[in-house]
């Protein structure tokens, strides 16, 4: 199975601060790569596909780049309702894998 | 819109089977792939197991052997059996569609089921 690894595991910041998560791959998975929102009781939201390409609906302050095996999830201005964990997940193979989630807590 | 609603048991034995069931709420299952993945308390996410309605299915080979998948597409629903449960299988387990640019981007997911296993 591709092994995703992200850090950091939980970030604290405050509203308007910029964060970034990074997300890298066990091996080369091109962009075939997301980035997901899980809030408890919540469905699972997804955010990103294709590495850089925006769900609709998902505010533009929310961007992904990357490819290969380095990828990375940026908030560009943090809003209330972003506190949340996110996670990347790859689609390369028959067995899509999760990293460990990055928690992004009120500071 | 469409949604995903979810059910089935919470508090469970060991040995017992786990069944949870997903319907496609203003929608139907077309051609989709239909998943289960799940989230331990630890917070990492699994992948179970997926389906559609022509009745294909793959499955996690980690769990290949407990995992039993169905669809019945007269409900719009489908489900999945885990059975000889043990505290591992202690999760959060979501359904989910698969996009149609990629099965394995999940577009939409349920609210989640809280499963626990305990003597």
């Known amino acids: 199975d591709i092994q995703m690894t992200q850090s950091p595991s939980a970030v604290s910041g405050s509203v308007g601060d910029r964060i970034t998560i990074t997300c890298r791959a066990s091996q080369h998975i091109r962009t075939w790569l997301a980035w997901y929102q899980l809030k408890p009781g919540r469905a699972p939201k997804l955010l990103i596909n294709g590495a850089s390409s925006l769900q609709s609906g998902v505010p533009s302050r929310f961007s992904g780049s990357g490819s290969g095996t380095d990828f990375t999830l940026t908030i560009s201005s943090l809003q209330p309702e972003d506190f949340a964990t996110y996670y990347c997940q790859q689609a390369d193979s028959f067995i899509p894998t999760f990293g460990g989630g990055t928690k992004v807590e009120i500071e | 819109q469409v949604q995903l609603q979810q059910w089935g048991a919470g508090l469970m034995k060991p040995s017992e089977t786990l069944s949870l069931t997903c319907v496609v709420d203003?929608?139907?299952?077309?051609?989709?792939?239909w998943f289960w993945i799940r989230q331990f308390p630890g917070k990492g996410l699994e992948y179970i197991g997926q389906?559609?309605?022509?009745?294909?299915?793959i499955y996690n080979p980690s769990l290949k052997s407990r995992v039993t998948l169905s669809i019945d597409t007269s409900k719009n629903h489908f489900s999945l059996r885990l059975n000889s449960v043990t505290a591992a299988d202690t999760a959060v387990y979501y359904c989910?569609?698969?996009?149609?640019?990629?099965?394995?981007?999940?577009?939409?997911w349920g609210q989640g089921t809280l499963v626990a296993v305990s003597s």
């Open positions: 989910a569609r698969g996009d149609h640019s990629n099965t394995y981007y999940f577009d939409l």
């Open positions: 203003g929608g139907s299952l077309g051609t989709s792939w």
């Open positions: 389906m559609k309605s022509s009745g294909s299915s």
